[in-house]
């Protein structure tokens, strides 16, 4: 027997206060209820594809809808011709959908040993993030932004399963009539914090830098192109998938350099 019903209220609200003629400050509260999708429920040994973790997984048919519930609390402002946002919150979800290994046995040989099935737990999250954007020339804007989250999973006392690691991004944008040119720096930490008992492994700090163009050669024909990872590092995301046999990491593609013509009619 699959079918199932269930009735979910999900329901949020934001106030916002000016401080001066240049700064204001919103907060805002939530509660959202999120229902298990199919595989949560009903998948039996169904291995991964393309996920961060390598594995088969096994479906719970008794599932209790997620229910987060979020305050924020905003800044947003300038001084001179430099403009300021930052943003914080706390969520804490009950009935968190996440996963814990079982003794079962996988289906398919090629399958790592453990099998693992979604389950109801608890999860609280903490982050920031802050944007800062100026024009530093006539042409030329510079926009900074740093980003923060840490996840615990209350039900397991460890920390939540997929948490980003710190992380600062450096963009610098030179417009001029038709053209522009983008160089962008992203950096993050390393992360430690990671979730042991689901096979979770920590990852090292890296910078990766990216170099765009665009050029808009007529009515809605616009050329772009450019090198993404242009020092060519080897690195790897928090969530990228781990090689079943091995575990080690597959790491992000090294320097990839592209051309695209897009033409609107």
Sequence with gaps: ETETSEFNLSASGLATYRLSADWSASVGVGSVARTADAKERDSDRVPATRAQMSAEFMGNPTLAPERGTQADLWLE???GKVSVSAS???????????????ALTARMATSPDTVYRYVNGGARFIGGEAVASAPVARHLVVRATLAYL???DTALDEPALGVSPPQ???VARYTRDRFAIEAIARAAASQDRVSVTRGEAATERHVVTDLLGEARLGPGLVVRGGALNVGDAT???HLNARNPFTKEPVPEPGRVVFTEVAFAF
């Design 168 to 170: 600062a991004t450096v």
């Design 77 to 79: 402002g300038g001084v």
């Design 88 to 102: 914080v919150f706390a969520r804490r979800i009950d009935n968190y959908i996440t996963l814990e290994a079982t």
């Design 150 to 152: 840490w996840g615990e």
């Design 235 to 237: 690195y790897v995301n």
